[in-house]
């Protein structure tokens, strides 16, 4: 540690035997109250174990003049010291040198007014969590401010999806076609209708949205993820595109496209559904607030793809066919399927008191359940939303 000592305020610490020489010179030598360099603010320890004289030290400050023996060696010199500047011994070439004031005055021990190391290691913290947070503005701009991206609704979205001419999935309806090829009149009975024909383009297309992966360079699926972190958390700008605040609304990791390999872009497009959807907001909020709640917690993005995957698995298996044909939507029926599903599951988790050790369990109870009753959920879906709390 450097210390600052200016040529107006230089430190004697002598010990009584140095003084007492001092004293014999003084005559002879005028420069006795030069300034002292730091090499000479040390002390004699052979002089002071040798010496009868007290061996506590005198702190004089400069231009006082040099004290006498007054006889008395255990007494002390109560003098009050000047502030002194600490700088920080290591510091980058041309960067301003910072220090922090120590207060040294009578009566009083010394204390830090501001702890350098605790405050430098806090806007290191700060800085880097606020390097992550996407800006505008380049390295010409001399003003950068967090990003807004605008938010998505999910027509928006799967029309975007309409336009990018996507590749067909060949295996989409291979368990309803194994079914209608199956023998038996009885089978033949409960084989489920056939989708319409000006509804399978639609169809198709949402087997292809789940052939698709999160690409973080499309604006489309970044704003789909932004909206969905700012519509459930309330957040008003983006978050960084990895780190664990993707945890806070049920992602296992700090990357969600490690948790949308099994159902692709779909369980993003449905997620969306349910965060901007004015319908589902009750809905929304009172998953939320469950899944971080102390005592039944869980992943809510891990739900929500969980029931996307039974919502696909209904759609693959015909059962969605019906209601599809008399709405003549595909992409409303399956979100509609989707919240009703998660309606189930939320209604038994709460009263219930289930916990994530229940959730495999649970989650087969609510497949098979909801699968039987498809007309019947997607039909009271509206009237179970107004029973949520606003």
Known sequence: M???LGSRSPIFIRSLENIAEEEKLSDHDSSVNSPVGVDQLTVDNKSRSSSSINEDRLRVPCGSGVPQNTGEPSRRLNL???????RNPVEPTGAKKQRVEIAVGEGEPSRLQL?????????EAASEEWSKVPTVGGDSGKIQTPLISPEIDVEEAFNYFRGLNLPHDSNSNS???ARVRWKGFVQWLHTPPKLSAHLKPDCDLIYSIVQCSLDWEDNVHWRMLQTIYKQLTGSKIDCPQFGSHWQLIGFQGSDPATDLRGVGL???LQFLFLSTKQECAPLARKLY??????????????LSL????IALNALRSGKLNKECNIRQTVLLVVNLFYIAVLHYIINIWVTEQKTIKDSGYLLKDAEKYCCKNVRKLIQDIPEQLEKYPK
């Open 289 to 302: 607030t469950v899944a971080n709640s102390e005592n039944q917690a869980f992943p809510l993005a891990v």
């Open 115 to 123: 702890p350098l190391i605790s405050i430098r290691n806090a806007l």
């Open 266 to 268: 779909l369980g993003l």
């Open 80 to 86: 009050a010291l000047p502030s002194i500047s600490v």
């Open 175 to 177: 368990v309803a076609s």
């Open 306 to 309: 969980n029931v996307t995957q």
């Open 2 to 4: 450097d210390l600052d």
